[in-house]
């Protein structure tokens, strides 16, 4: 009786595991190579925002101190994400965010309720080449706490303002309205003047610093979960024991003249940079 043949030569059922092989070998290769790419591709975007001449030379000249660049990259930031700026002050860093997510991302700033925040507008309103894209929104008492539509945000940031919701009475009502406004797996980035951990925390933050323990307390209460922490913003010559508060350090320089080289020499605060989550499988449940 006839031996039967294989359906396929030896030779080519080699060459075809061989290809497969070499198949899967490219995939595995090329998946890193498009990730770094589009990591650059996003680092150049953001470096672009951070160094546009448009840009007033006296907020560049902080750069220096408020890192925005490394400081963004650790919260993880991407261009096409909807972001919650929380109280931006004068816009110091809307004035990154607004042009780095204009094209692909949607950017929120939640501004103290009442005239306080009447400078910010102003300005967005002013260049709606720049800012036309931003919305504004309320944070504040007696009842401003929607600062996005809720589950709408993939991060939310604010920068050294942990103390002024202490001085007012509210801040377990930010957090909880962050957490609110964020997606599941969102993220919210805290950087805070940071106080001395071994001296007790003035619930009113008076002198401007906050406890970094407290600080992640507040947080972890609210839902939140401490991911990661930075010394990007440290400053080890801050010895936080000024006659001004943190106030006394540039840029307020509070005491005018006094001592003026010699806290112009420690430089600007010493700040606790968090990474918190919110957890996704904990968030229906706090919704």
């Excluded at 094209?103 to 002013?126: M, Q």
């Excluded at 036309?132 to 007696?142: C, F, N």
């Excluded at 972890?220 to 990661?228: D, I, P």
């Amino acid at each position: 009786m006839e031996k039967a043949r294989p359906l396929f030569p030896a030779s080519a059922v080699r060459l075809a595991v061989a290809c497969a092989f070499l198949i899967l070998f490219a995939l595995q290769t090329t998946a890193p190579r498009a990730e770094t790419a589009k990591q650059a591709s996003r680092a150049a975007a953001l470096k672009a925002a951070v160094d546009d001449p448009a840009r007033p030379p006296q907020e560049r000249a902080r750069d220096r101190y408020r890192h925005p660049m490394q400081t963004l990259q650790f919260f993880g930031i991407k261009p096409d994400m909807t972001v919650v700026e929380i109280w931006p002050g004068a816009g110091w860093y809307t004035d990154i965010l607004a042009p780095y997510l204009e094209a692909n991302g949607k950017l929120y700033t939640a501004v103290p309720p009442g005239p306080r925040s009447d400078a910010y507008r102003k300005k967005i309103a002013g260049d709606p080449k720049l800012y036309g894209d931003v919305t504004i929104t309320q944070l504040g008492p007696p009842d401003h706490y929607e600062v996005a539509p809720a589950g709408s945000a993939d991060m939310v940031v604010t920068f050294r303002n942990v103390h002024n919701w202490l001085m007012g009475g509210f801040a377990p009502e930010v957090f909880k309205a962050m957490y609110k406004a964020l997606k599941p797996g969102g993220i919210l980035g805290v950087e805070e003047h940071r106080g001395n951990p071994k001296l007790p925390q003035d619930p009113k933050g008076s002198n401007g610093y906050v406890r970094q323990d407290y600080v992640i307390g507040m947080a972890e209460k609210a839902g939140f979960h401490l991911m990661s922490k930075s010394e990007i913003n440290a400053n080890p010559k801050d010895t936080k024991d000024y006659p001004k508060g943190v106030w006394t350090l540039p840029p307020t320089l509070r005491m005018g003249n006094v001592d003026r080289n010699k806290y112009l020499a420690i430089g600007e605060s010493d700040r606790m940079t968090l990474k918190f989550v919110k957890p996704i499988h904990l968030a229906a449940e706090r919704q």
